[in-house]
């Protein structure tokens, strides 16, 4: 996942011819130049490992994006520092390679998933990874608290734990919310979602016409944890909830019943059955009707990062595509053949 950036304006009005101009072609030639330098001596081994890892030059290309050798580098760095802090803990010390593949397999896997989320719209704002650091922040006193635990892990700062772990973990969030709940993203997926809904139609319509809420989530719904119990979920707070359901939940009165709601567990009916405490403290009790819309999110993924076009410039290291991931490269193999870098298509990413 990249770092939150300034957006960047890549595109040059044919119009101008000034100043600017030449500084854009300038900048281009220069990445370009470092760009085929970088590739040509890593895949000799004469970067890899020294000034490349710190140059902001490629270290692998996905699909249309870059990793950078200061990306890898900062990585790498993060989790040398943490297998050299549990010294002693671990059955066996991880040599440098295995840590170079496992930050360059995230890395790629983070390119992937953010490649797909602007490909389907998907986007983490400032306000996003702000309210999840308040997620975090619930399990330490303080912010101090929570400083100190990274730097003695990672040697990293709060923002750069951020960039480097909030921002990619939301992204992969919202894409697979999106992914399960948004048929319009995935239309392959309509159909099945279709089901479940007439399901959940169906179930409205017998509560509608007097059927016992208990009794009917025993007979139709399909949450294993609540169905032999009439669908009783018990007491929650705010934010114990996904958000969909716990608006509607925080809304209805004692004995009110909602209509069809739709999370990425599939489709819920709620009943209201008490409710306590006022703000911050208020708590509800609740039963729910669910129908469940598969979750092989997870599957998905893996087919889409097995289409994904990675190219590695770094010796001893390779991606196998059919397990969609990060391999070591055995005596024999012979390296691939460089590739032309366009530059035209390096892609920009931020946090909006």
Known sequence: MEPIDNEINNEVKKKKVGSKYVVVIGLI???AVLAVLTVRFS???KLSG????????????????FISGGRLN???EALRYFYDSQEGQEEEPVDD?????????RLIEDKIILQMAKKFDVKVTKEDVEKEHQYVLEDYENEEELAKEI???????????KDEVLVSSLYYDLLRKAYLVDTKVIPERKEKDEKNKSKAEEALERLKNGEDFANLAKEVSQDDFTAEDGGDIGWFERDEMEPEFEEVAFALNPGEMSDIIR????????KVIKKRGQGDEEEVK????????????????FEEKKKAKVKIYLKDIKWDKEQAAITGMSEGDEEEDLEDIDIEDIEVESVE
């Open 286 to 301: 609740a039963s729910h009707i669910l129908f469940t819309v598969k979750d092989d999110f997870d599957e998905w993924f």
């Open 43 to 45: 895949l000799t081994g």
């Open 74 to 76: 900062k990585n790498f």
């Open 50 to 65: 020294g000034i490349g890892q710190f140059l902001p030059v490629p270290v692998a290309r996905v699909n249309n994006g």
């Open 97 to 105: 390679l295995e840590i170079k593949k496992m930050g360059l397999d």
């Open 151 to 161: 730097k003695e892990l990672y040697d990293w700062t709060i923002e750069e734990f």
């Open 263 to 270: 999370t990425e567990e599939g489709y819920h009916i709620i």
């Open 29 to 31: 030639l220069v990445v």
